[in-house]
């Protein structure tokens, strides 16, 4: 948009005075300038955890067996679905931060209703603080994992027992 804008200065008894007047395709109009600030440049998080396994009181191999972790944003909407490796391993990675302020996730172990199997039912709180630099980006502060308030690791042991087979001799 072109204004136009005139400045009328008068010598009054030698005092200076100036008055504008501003101009839109030969209308009056008022000078107003706006200017819009956007985040070009969003972040991520990445997030490691641990399965562990046992038989009483005993760690166990994970034996080949797949355990699979979600971690939810704030309304519940699965980001990413994870396996676990053979060490209990698993990480979540390019977990995306759009928004300023506390970010909020869930993470919790999926049931799979694998035989003799007692999954952790445990939902973990995840939260990352995110800030605008005031340049178009944002800045991820280090992810907090929490249950309850206290803050933990990312681990979460399920059971293995055997269950028993009825044997009918004959």
Known sequence: TTFDVTVTVTDVNGQLTAVTSVTENGNQAELTFENAYHITKFTDFDLEGEKWLYQ?????????????????DDTGAVLQTETADQNGKFAFTQVPLTETGLNVFTVKELDDDLGGIGYDSTEFTVTVDVADSGQGDLIAGVPMVTLGGQDVALKFNNTYTVTPIPLALQ
């Open 56 to 72: 009483g009181n005993s760690p166990i191999s994970l034996g080949g067996r797949s355990f699979r972790f979600v971690i939810l």
